[in-house]
């Protein structure tokens, strides 16, 4: 069975700062899916970022980098440029092909202004 | 498209009652997750369809809990004889096969209080 970790429970970066939330995951496919959701106090989960495991290159969204490791099965999440609107929990999931999101047990981030 | 929609968004009912929460997908999605997700942690997965067909269930899904979309469209999560360890966020999502990213969609999930 696949597993999702995330070591860190809570975060902490000042605003217009640039923080890095980490990420592990246990599998033993080759092809799959990573993602990091956010999930603000409104609840809805919304998608950040997401990566494929068959590509080497990094994903970026505006200000949401990643930086993906396969061999280390390490998947974690940069936010640049911190803005008060990034406090949420964060989460990040695999997926591999077809299948359900495995969830970590997410991290909670603060913004400070 | 207005994106997964579910209902009710807060439900409150006494221990042993019932209780069946719905979901709308995004249209033209044909897999649909259950999820199930208690406060400070992560999404639980607790079933999923592909069109109407009920393909994997995890082993969460007591026998209280049954879960149906009978015409490939919406779908509905009953639980019966509700226990105070059913209070919970009930999370439904929705993919397409054709997402090249394969990403799956939320809606914002139905509370659920057992008192």
């Known amino acids: 069975a696949q597993t999702v970790t995330q070591s860190q429970p809570e975060m902490s970066v000042q605003e217009a700062e640039t923080v890095t939330l980490s990420c592990t995951y246990d599998?033993?496919?080759?092809?799959?899916?990573l993602f990091w959701y956010k999930q603000p106090p409104s609840r809805q989960m919304i998608l950040v970022i997401r990566q494929e495991a068959y590509k080497q290159q990094n994903a970026t969204e505006n200000r949401f980098s990643v930086n993906f490791q396969k061999a280390a099965k390490s998947f974690s999440l940069k936010i640049s440029d911190s803005q008060l609107g990034d406090a949420a929990m964060y989460f990040c999931?695999?997926?591999?092909?077809?299948?359900?999101?495995?969830f970590g047990g997410g991290t909670r981030l603060m913004v400070k202004p | 498209d207005t994106g997964v929609s579910q209902d009710p968004r807060h439900k409150i009912t006494k221990r042993g009652q019932n209780v069946t929460f719905r979901c709308d997908p995004i249209?033209?999605?044909?897999?649909l997750y259950w999820y199930r997700q208690t406060l400070g942690q992560g999404p639980e997965f607790l079933t999923y369809f592909q069109n109407e067909a009920q393909l994997e269930k995890s082993r969460l899904l007591s026998d209280r809990f049954s879960a149906e979309r009978p015409k490939g469209s919406f779908s509905t999560l009953e639980i019966q004889r509700t226990e105070q360890g059913d209070s919970a966020m009930y999370l439904c999502?929705?993919?397409?096969?054709?997402?090249?990213?394969?990403?799956?969609?939320f809606g914002e999930g139905s509370w659920l209080t057992v008192v």
């Open positions: 999931a695999y997926r591999r092909i077809g299948n359900m999101l495995t």
């Open positions: 999502a929705s993919s397409s096969p054709d997402d090249a990213g394969n990403t799956i969609y």
């Open positions: 249209s033209e999605h044909n897999r």
């Open positions: 599998t033993s496919e080759s092809d799959y899916y």
